[in-house]
């Protein structure tokens, strides 16, 4: 049963990470005039000393935190997720090329951020960071989930790009939950499970609660669907997504970023990849958005939960 504990996946990882300050001499955190925002202050009036602020200079942030890994220390750049993501070509050169031991965590992903507004919304972040080889994509999905992760990328030794939330997210694992890097994760299923389920769905961050309360909806109509979390949408475990594909009738994969190159491209992979013949339905986002609550906006542009229900339920006779 999960957690009745609520907040923003950015809370988690700035609590966690002025934690393991107190244990980590190296660890050391950038910041690109956003430390409020991606919640790095409470390490910065921890340590002081280890925290740099380079201003609105996301290519210096990228740049510095290389540097510093190069000198043995462990760098973590923050900035929101569509400024800092966007210095793609720093990132590629600096950390995915030189194999730098740099952390890049972007905060405020994807049209959740509801009214900061599109200019702010980062949509195409997983797309460009997992296209660059040796990086690893990491996006958390509740709370508990996100301090094991950060703790789990501070004491990784290679580039990390990790995607968390402005708005809070549904708590969707219990307190024994033992998030494990690299395996997809099974969050619900029918108590009593078919021989094929009508649905599998893959969700990843914000969109995993949704994903929840569509599957036990359907549960209530009588239709049994799965629902996984992908945690790390690279590496991409093509085994385990392949395998929940090929016990249902269908797939349908929800994702708060655009619709090439995210979490639906990595399970179209897989199950071509591996041969699975399902019809796979990707639910995420086809547009630039606009100003909105969270709310508003998942419904307007089909992340919903009615809408992952009505995609499972798709073509059915």
Known sequence: MASATSGATRDAFGEKLAEMGATEPRLVVIDGDLGGSTRTTGF????PERHFELGIAEQNVVGVAAGLAMAGKIPVATSFACFIAGRLEVIRVAVAYNQTNVKIVGTHA????????PSQMALEDVAALRALPGMTVLQPADLAETRQAVEWMVKHHGGVYMRLTRQNTDQVHGDGYRWQFGK???LWKPAKAPAKFQATVFASGATCGNA???AKDLESRGFAVQVFNVHTL???DVEGAAKAAAASTRVVTVEDHNENGGLGSAVAEAIAERG??????RLAVRDFAESGTTEELYDKYGLSAKHIA???LRNVD
């Open 110 to 117: 994807g049209i959740g951020i509801g009214d900061d507004g």
């Open 310 to 312: 009505e995609a499972c």
């Open 276 to 281: 699975v013949g399902v019809p796979l339905v």
């Open 212 to 214: 929840i309360a569509a």
């Open 44 to 47: 910065m009036k921890k340590f």
């Open 184 to 186: 997809i994760d099974l």
């Open 234 to 236: 690279k590496p991409f």
